[in-house]
């Protein structure tokens, strides 16, 4: 849904104010919005024409290939295709989603495809803004369940590593956090889990096995780690933003994540829990 507010911005915001567009501005305005794009391909489709005028598009499709949304997060391939979309121009405001929501005569719904390569993922991971978000989940996963909100660590060196029939293995390592920092002895772990989605809005992880130093973790921990990350990997957080999202398909292999989702975002004045699913 961002990228979708991306290009409508281009879009839509020349005639806003009387002017004219056509599908290369709004590929250039996608540009402007990212970081880099190797490859783009957007697609307006409307009959008749002038109705792009009114804030009204039959079908909007993005084709692209290594997009960077961020100078560390790479994007392998990322297609959207929309249905129908009508705006108020006069109200038009694409700044964020919430803003948005208000410029939308009738619900935006769309399907994605997302594919992310097991070489981005690493490449991310070493960025330091990706692994102080790890280590403040971390850090708040172990104080919930210590109940002691004093403990933390440091994380380094995170890896991961994609396997086929959705396997997904992380080797990182931990330095305990207080007033002896450099004497602090490293603690190397290993994680291994499966990845499941239930009933299409929640990730979640499963069988977990792990190592410390080499030694089994407590399977009490595992399944808290489990259990914790699952709780951040469900969509239905997003209905609170007037946003319905499932995912249709999440596939792992040796060297990449492919995943394929439904999204539809209400206008402002329809609230999300009055409405049904929509199938996609």
Do not use: C
């Not at 020349?14 to 056509?22: D, L």
């Not at 086929?164 to 889990?193: D, M, Q, T």
């Not at 808290?224 to 469900?234: I, N, P, Q, T, V």
């Amino acid at each position: 849904m961002e990228l979708i507010a991306i290009v409508l911005s281009g879009l839509f915001s020349v005639f806003a104010n009387g002017g004219w567009v056509i599908d290369a501005i709004a590929a250039s305005s996608l540009s402007d919005q990212v970081v880099s794009v190797e490859e783009k391909a957007i697609r307006i489709d409307n009959t008749p024409n002038y109705q792009i005028a009114q804030g009204k598009v039959d079908k909007l499709r993005i084709a692209t290939r290594g997009v960077k949304l961020t100078p560390y997060l790479r994007i392998d391939t990322l297609e959207l295709e929309t249905d129908a979309i009508a705006v108020e121009l006069n109200n038009l405001d694409t700044q964020n989603l919430k803003s948005l929501r208000s410029s939308l005569l009738k619900p935006l719904q769309g399907v994605g495809k997302i594919i992310i390569t097991e070489a981005d993922i690493s490449q991310a991971l070493q960025a330091p803004e990706v692994t102080q978000q790890l280590q403040e989940v971390l850090n708040n996963l172990v104080a919930r369940r210590a109940g002691n909100s004093s403990i933390g660590y440091e994380i380094s060196a995170p890896e991961l590593e994609l396997h086929p029939n959705n396997k997904v293995k992380i080797h990182l390592e931990l330095r305990r956090l207080g007033n002896n920092r450099k004497n602090a002895s490293k603690l190397s772990i290993s994680l291994e889990f499966n990845i499941q989605v239930l009933e299409g809005k929640k990730i979640q992880l499963m069988q977990p096995i792990g190592t410390v130093n080499n030694r089994p973790m407590s399977s009490r921990l595992l399944q808290g780690f489990a259990e914790g990350m699952s709780d951040r990997l469900d969509l239905s957080q997003l209905e609170s933003q007037g946003i319905l999202a499932r995912l249709l398909q999440l596939e792992i292999t040796a060297d990449k994540i492919e995943l394929v989702a439904f999204a539809r975002m209400e206008t402002k004045q329809t609230p999300i829990n009055s409405t049904k699913p929509v199938k996609p």
